[in-house]
């Protein structure tokens, strides 16, 4: 304390100033404006019927083709003809999960694709578009459909 009764120097062992405004701005700018880690995820433990390569694969395919960094897979399991099925919720635009949706994925050929909604089925964005389409769906009819 300084005789005018004010404190001097240091505040709570930060020095003040140019220094302290900066930590500041670096603790406070870490703690609310950084986003969490964020990695697709197997949430229901399915992944361990596959095998950690076989689903980190899968994952990487989720990451790559679907284009969304905290995707939730589900219900992953070996498909009927050679392919693997689950289901995977995504982030929309706004950031709230869309609820999932069916996939099926050929980690030989590097294909992954969710089932097509109608809209999508109606309204492709170009043919090579609607041909993964038309790809997804009947992969899932030989692989995943439960009988």
Do not use: H, K
């Not at 005018?4 to 100033?17: D, F, P, V």
């Not at 700018?29 to 433990?45: I, K, M, S, W």
């Not at 069916?102 to 090579?128: K, Q, T, Y």
Request: aromatic share 4%; proline share 8%; charged share 20%.
């Amino acid at each position: 304390m300084s005789a005018g009764g004010t404190a001097t120097g240091r505040l709570g062992g930060i020095a003040r100033g140019p220094i302290r405004a900066a930590f500041l701005a670096a603790v406070l700018g870490a703690a609310l404006g950084a986003p969490a880690a964020r990695a697709q995820t197997v949430t229901d433990g399915s992944d361990a019927a596959l095998g950690p390569e076989t689903s980190a694969a899968v994952l990487a395919l989720v990451a790559r083709v679907l284009r969304s960094p905290d995707a939730r897979v589900t219900d992953l399991r070996p498909g009927r003809a050679g392919a693997l099925c689950g289901a995977v919720d995504l982030r929309n635009r706004m950031g709230t999960y869309t609820g999932p949706r069916p996939f099926v994925a050929d980690p030989g050929s590097d294909f992954l694709g969710r089932l097509p909604e109608g809209p999508e089925l109606r309204n492709p964005g170009s043919p090579a578009a609607y041909q993964a389409l038309q790809r997804a769906r009947s992969l899932f009819a030989a692989n995943c459909m439960q009988d």
